[in-house]
């Protein structure tokens, strides 16, 4: 049986950055070569990156995409390393946009995937299966392919996939099968959820199974506003055992040797399966098989719950505010756990000579808060500092008559005036930290603490705040490290401190008894019949879902966060803010 040295790329490209994504591509495969590689693989849209949304409809940058591509198959050749395979994801089109006046039927932007050899393009595919839920609107963008590419590479037959191909059964994997192939290549651009991964595993042994051969799956990682890419990408036999896996929320050259059964000669007769034609070609030469020991690329096992969550996190603010070009970061500190969280964050994405943490105490705030934000500071080693609020609010007061939670949410807006103040003066990227139970109830002040440009933990439930403090705290112990958030912020009843003795649970039921409410009605759909069903307190249901549901037009208004549930408030979920439809009781 033959054998191939395949490199997975999982690699972080930049959306609209055709040179630098390029570059990318030309560094890892020189690396790839270096270690012998035979087939090289880089992940879903990796040229222009993804998603690239309404720029699709641009088509000065599909013609940037296009040239982009044969320009690399050039570079490539030039550096050298011609001669090995390479297979990039780009934006291509064959005809208009959809959105044009001027559209042809089945002709326009395309998902595509590029075999390069030899400085050519030397095989493209076309994504057949478009995703149009959840994250994914590429109905909106992409016509679908309808012909499967099968590539004779050393002897074996490689067809190319994209992405949601695998997610689907039929269409490119049927046609696979009855194509004979020995290889699937799958690239992808799969966003980050927790748990997928022990979704994604079984679904490519469905695959391979579907197929009848093995599975090469590379993902991308990285921060795309508020989307995140984990990697986790693997090669799995055709008989669905995992041979070798990534690891998750960092670049990584993948490179294994795979035997591969030798494809039939001459190829296949083209066969119609699921409405997808076959078409072959064949590469003359690629670089021979490597002499030395067999590569063997590793078994990464999957993390932790609040490990994986809190990478991803990070990743995401990280590249968020590298990608956009902000030179550091500045929030408010009150000494409660979401801010504890949100600096902790920051500190590890950035690090502390990049983040500025500020206590804006008013005469609500707690001596022990005041210290609790001291004190995070110093376990973290940011940049410090206290600008007291309340001779701004008297004379807010002194030429306003305002009262009860007016007067709670004038504190909550003199913060963020100061907070945006100096991001103005400064540069800062201004991250606000309401969790997620907060924004779906509406616990939050607009124009208050809700500025900023980036909320971090926008989709963590309270519940998982507070469970992500401890693993970080613990987490630090382990390595000998400093706990960088104060065990003051973790372990106290949650206020926002607007007035005497306030806490969350003067307006709100406990979060443990909150968060399974809005986990089943945000991310479950569940309506109020299921959600008592399921054991909740109808009054306490009816409560929660008012809440909810008259706060949309806060959600609407607030910065976009790192998505890491099944649905996210602005990407997933999407309701419309003047809406009479209630879950009556």
């Known amino acids: 049986m033959p054998t191939l040295r395949l490199a997975l790329s999982q690699v972080n490209p930049s959306v609209g950055d055709l040179a630098g994504n390029a570059d990318l591509v030309r560094s890892w495969t020189r690396q790839a070569a270096d270690a012998g590689a035979q087939l090289v693989l880089f992940p879903e849209m990796m040229l222009t990156g993804y998603p690239v949304e309404d720029l699709v409809f641009r088509r000065s940058f599909v013609a940037a995409s296009r040239a982009a591509l044969e320009r690399l198959a050039a570079d490539l050749a030039a550096d050298g390393l011609g001669e090995l395979p390479v297979v990039v994801g780009y934006l291509d089109a064959d005809g208009p946009p959809q959105v044009s006046g001027d559209a042809e039927p089945g002709r326009g932007a395309r998902n595509a995937a590029a075999l390069l050899h030899r400085g050519e393009v030397a095989a493209r595919y076309f994504k057949h299966h478009l995703p149009n839920y959840g994250v994914f609107d590429e109905d909106r963008y992409f016509i679908p392919g309808n012909a499967l590419t099968v590539v004779r590479i050393g002897g074996v037959d490689v067809a190319l996939t994209i992405c949601e191909d695998l997610w689907q059964a039929g269409g490119p994997f049927a046609a696979a099968r009855q194509a004979g192939v020995g290889l699937v290549v799958n690239i992808n651009g799969s966003p980050y959820e927790l748990n997928k991964d022990d979704i994604r595993l079984p679904l490519v042994r469905r695959r391979a199974a579907e197929a009848g051969a093995a599975i090469a799956y590379v993902n991308m990682i990285g921060g795309q506003d508020e989307l995140v890419f984990e990697g986790d990408s693997m090669i799995v036999a055709a008989d669905g055992e995992l041979l070798t896996r990534a690891p998750q929320f960092v670049e990584h050259l993948l490179v294994h040797d795979l035997e591969l059964p030798a494809a039939a000669t001459p190829p296949a007769p083209e066969a119609v399966a699921d409405g997808m ?31 994986e969550v809190w990478q991803a996190l990070v990743l995401g603010l990280r590249d968020y505010v590298n990608k956009n070009r902000f030179p550091s970061v500045v929030l408010g500190l009150s000494g409660g756990i979401d801010s504890a969280v949100v600096a902790a964050l920051a500190v590890d994405a950035l690090g502390p000579d990049r983040v500025v943490g500020v206590s804006l105490p008013s005469q609500h705030s707690s001596e022990h808060s005041r210290e609790d934000a001291a004190d995070l500071a110093k376990r973290t080693g940011l940049d410090y500092r206290v600008e007291p609020i309340q001779p701004m609010v008297d004379g807010f007061l002194a030429n306003l008559s305002l009262s009860g939670v007016a007067v709670e949410n004038l504190q909550a807006r003199v913060r963020g005036v100061i907070l945006m103040a100096l991001s103005n003066q400064e540069g800062h990227l201004v991250l606000t930290t309401g969790n997620k139970s907060e924004l779906a109830v509406g616990y939050s002040t607009l124009y208050g603490d809700s500025v900023g440009g980036f909320n971090p933990i926008k989709d963590v439930w309270k519940t998982l705040v507070w469970r992500l403090a401890k693993w970080r705290n613990a987490d630090a112990v382990r390595r000998g490290e400093t706990a960088p958030i104060p065990e003051n912020s973790i372990g106290k009843p949650p206020s926002a401190e607007l007035s005497p003795g306030q806490l969350d649970s003067d307006t709100l039921p406990d979060y443990d008894v909150l968060d399974p409410i809005l986990i089943g009605y945000v991310d479950g759909d569940l309506g109020r019949d299921g959600l008592v069903e399921s054991g909740h307190d109808p009054a306490v249901v009816d409560k929660v879902l008012r809440l909810v549901d008259t706060a949309e037009y806060k959600r609407r208004q607030s910065a976009p966060g790192a998505k890491i549930s099944m649905k996210a408030f602005g990407r997933d979920r999407r309701l419309p803010i003047t809406n009479r439809w209630r879950e009556h009781g």
């Open 277 to 307: 034609r076959v078409v072959h070609s064949t590469l003359d030469a690629i670089p021979p098989t490597p002499s030395g020991p067999v590569a063997i690329g590793g078994l990464i096992e999957p993390v932790a719950d609040e490990a």
